[in-house]
């Protein structure tokens, strides 16, 4: 496998020789390349190629901003991780749509390590190019016409309650992934993994969330335009469904408050990829939709024959990307593919692929193949016989308990 490039960009000397010596033990299986400017940078990319990017933010002449975003609209694929103060709250407000990872300064050596091991790691499950460059090239995903046009009258009114703003954000995938992305970036300097995007809302604050949705226009919404095989309506009425049954399933299996939290999220943002790339290719993802409908296969097998990827790999690529926990992402990249998830147990990938095949049962749809449940991995989980009684338990739930 061709070793990964990643380029340092920082205009002090020191700095990126301290960065050198911090990096020397990855040399084996990467290339590191240093530069001290902006424009350095520039003219190193145009003979060479860079997958990972790290620049500073305050440089003279070019700062990291107008950096990274020329390099987005260059050189959509390279995935961008911007090192900047923790008190520059400018930094993130001008980048929020190019920047996939903050890391303060001051940064420890290994978490910029992780982030870094786990970006090249990320790239390597990604095979198609085309669509590695198009989820890096995201800054944020479209959200439902009704529910952006509520946020955005909610924050305009005079001291609108945050518990009513997070409630409004947390029923968007878009949003939920973007303020998640946020909020667990270093900038903020919250020291744990926060899944919630109600919490989120609460630790950003109202007058930040105000400055990224009225003033840098963080969320976006999504094309009206319908199509007969898919609908974001449909969509998200699953995704809140989705999570419903996971976090029922995590309540029966587990005391533990974590799991539960993650399974809910996790099942809500299963099927982000499906959102990423109907509203990126539309064409090609409706011909995909047809596809499963016409030759009566699962959907994830229609498109693979039209991308060579599906949803789970282009969600979990995007959500890794912007830093999301492990059991949200892995739940979004191996829902439908138990097989290859590394470690059976009662994990994230397992409750919301259960879920997902629950929901269907639930609600039949003759024109989709529905995904079948991976009764294998079920069994080397210990839960072989645990199914029947899960599907019986999300049937008992209310559609008023479906938030």
């Not at 020191?14 to 290339?31: C, E, P, Q, V």
């Not at 001051?106 to 590695?132: F, G, I, W, Y």
């Not at 009704?146 to 409630?167: F, H, M, N, Q, V």
Request: proline residues 5%; contains cysteine.
């Amino acid at each position: 496998m061709t070793k990964k490039s990643i380029l340092f960009v920082d205009d002090e000397p020191n700095i990126l020789a301290g960065l050198k010596r911090t990096f020397r033990s990855m040399r084996n299986d990467k290339d590191l390349h240093f530069v001290e400017s902006g424009q350095e940078a520039l003219d190193f990319m145009a003979d060479h190629p860079v997958d990972v990017i790290v620049s500073d933010m305050r440089m003279p002449g070019m700062d990291g901003a107008t950096l990274l975003t020329t390099i987005q609209r260059q050189y959509p694929h390279v995935i961008r991780i911007m090192l900047t103060g923790q008190a520059d709250e400018e930094s993130i407000l001008r980048t929020v749509d190019v920047v996939h990872q903050f890391i303060t300064k001051p940064s420890d050596p290994e978490t910029l390590k992780q982030v870094l091991e786990r970006a090249c790691a990320l790239q390597n499950l990604m095979q198609n190019e085309h669509l590695q460059a198009l989820a890096a090239s995201i800054g944020s995903l479209p959200s439902l016409p009704p529910l952006y046009a509520r946020l955005c009258r909610k924050l305009k009114e005079p001291d609108s309650p945050l518990s009513e703003i997070g409630k409004i954000i947390e029923q968007d995938l878009g949003m939920s992934a973007k303020i998640l992305q946020l909020v667990n970036s270093s900038f903020f300097g919250f020291f744990k993994n926060i899944d919630s995007p109600s919490r989120a809302v609460n630790l950003l604050g109202l007058d930040t969330v105000k400055a990224l949705v009225l003033s840098v226009g963080v969320f976006s919404e999504l094309n009206p335009m319908a199509a007969k095989s898919f609908s974001a309506a449909a969509l998200w009425r699953h995704s809140v469904a989705v999570a419903a049954y996971a976090k029922r399933i995590a309540v029966e299996e587990t005391g533990c408050k974590e799991l539960i939290e993650q399974a809910f999220i996790a099942g809500f943002m299963h099927d982000v990829g499906k959102l990423l790339l109907f509203s990126t290719v539309r064409d090609k993802y409706i011909e995909a939709t047809e596809l499963a409908q016409i030759e009566q296969v699962a959907h994830c097998q229609a498109e693979y024959q039209i991308f060579s990827a599906t949803h789970g790999d282009v969600g979990g690529y995007l959500l890794g990307l912007w830093g999301l926990t492990g059991p949200i992402v892995d739940a979004a990249a191996f829902h439908h593919r138990l097989a290859h998830y590394p470690k059976p147990s009662l994990c994230t990938p397992l409750i919301v692929h259960a879920a997902d095949i629950i929901y269907h049962l639930l609600n039949p749809q003759q024109q989709y193949i529905p995904p079948a449940l991976d009764t294998t991995f079920l069994e080397q989980a210990g839960k072989a016989g645990r199914f029947e009684h899960w599907l019986e338990v999300c049937r008992q739930l209310d559609p008023i308990e479906l938030p």
